[in-house]
C-alpha cells in the first residue's frame, strides 16, 4: 500500500524555535515530495516541495531535507512565529500522478 | 492569483439525497482531483480525472460517486445517495501540467449528512 507515515501528530513550539516535523514513505516510485499547509477552514496550500535529485531545499525558513536511501524527508521551520500555527500535511506522489497525504502535524507556536 | 473555487461552502442534506459539489479549476490546468478530510484527520484521494475521464480512483469512490467536467470550466462531483459517513471537507484541486506536480486546492465544500 503506498502510504506516507508522519509525525509527530502535534507539536508545541515556543516562537523563534525550531519545528521539525517527519515523515516516511514507501514506494520507490515516488517522485515528488510536498508540504502543505492547512489553516482552519481552509484548503491545503503547498509550502515547499522537493524531487528526490537533492537532498535540501531551503526557501526563507522553511527547509525540507531528504534522504532517499532512508525514504524519509523532514521540514524544518526556523524561527517559528504564532503565524505558523497551522496543520502541516507531508505528501507524496509520482509528478504525473495523485498525491497521497501523511496524517497531519498539527503545530502551535507560542508567543 | 487564479484559484480554484468550489461551491457550495456547506451543504447539509438528508441520508440517501443525491449533492452535486461544483469546482471551477484554474483555467489552464489540465488534471483535476477531488479529495476528503473527515474533520481532524488526513487527506483522502478520491479521484483524478485528466482529458474527460477519469485517470484513476481509490476505494472511497465507489458507484455512489461520479465525476463530470461538463463544460470547459466546471468540474463536479456527484454522490447519488449520501451516506452518514459521507459527512466531510471536500476539496477540488487542479495541477497544471505533466510535470508539475503542485496541486492548487479550493477552500473546499463542507458536507454534513443528516
Known amino acids: 500500500q503506498q502510504q506516507v507515515k508522519q509525525s509527530p501528530q502535534s507539536l508545541i513550539v515556543q516562537k523563534g524555535g525550531i519545528s521539525i516535523i517527519n515523515c516516511a514513505y514507501e514506494n520507490t516510485a515516488f517522485d515528488y515530495f510536498p508540504w502543505y499547509q492547512q489553516f482552519p477552514g481552509k484548503g491545503p496550500a503547498l509550502l515547499i516541495a522537493?524531487?528526490?535529485?537533492?537532498s535540501e531545499k531551503k526557501e526563507g525558513r522553511f527547509t525540507i531535507s531528504f534522504n532517499k536511501s532512508a525514504k524519509q524527508f523532514s521540514l524544518h521551520i526556523m524561527d517559528s512565529q504564532p503565524g505558523d500555527s497551522a496543520t502541516y500535511f507531508c505528501?507524496?506522489?509520482?509528478?504525473?500522478?495523485?498525491?497521497?497525504f501523511g496524517d497531519g502535524t498539527t503545530l502551535t507556536v507560542k508567543p | 492569483e487564479p484559484e480554484v473555487t468550489q461551491t457550495p461552502s456547506h451543504q447539509v442534506t438528508q441520508m440517501g439525497q443525491e449533492v452535486i459539489l461544483r469546482c471551477v479549476p484554474i483555467s489552464n490546468h489540465l488534471y483535476f482531483y477531488w479529495y476528503r478530510q473527515i474533520l481532524g484527520q488526513k487527506v483522502e484521494f478520491l479521484v483524478s480525472?485528466?482529458?474527460?475521464?477519469?485517470?484513476?480512483k481509490s476505494e472511497i469512490f465507489d458507484d455512489q460517486f461520479s465525476v463530470e467536467r461538463p463544460d470547459g470550466s466546471n468540474f463536479t462531483l456527484k454522490i447519488r445517495s449520501t451516506k452518514l459517513e459521507d459527512s466531510a471537507m471536500y476539496f477540488c484541486a487542479s495541477r497544471g501540467g505533466a510535470n508539475t506536480g503542485e496541486l492548487f486546492f479550493g477552500e473546499g465544500s463542507r458536507l454534513t449528512v443528516l
Open positions: 522537493i524531487r528526490p535529485d537533492v
Open positions: 480525472f485528466y482529458n474527460n475521464e477519469i485517470s484513476e
Open positions: 505528501a507524496a506522489s509520482r509528478v504525473a500522478g495523485k498525491s497521497t
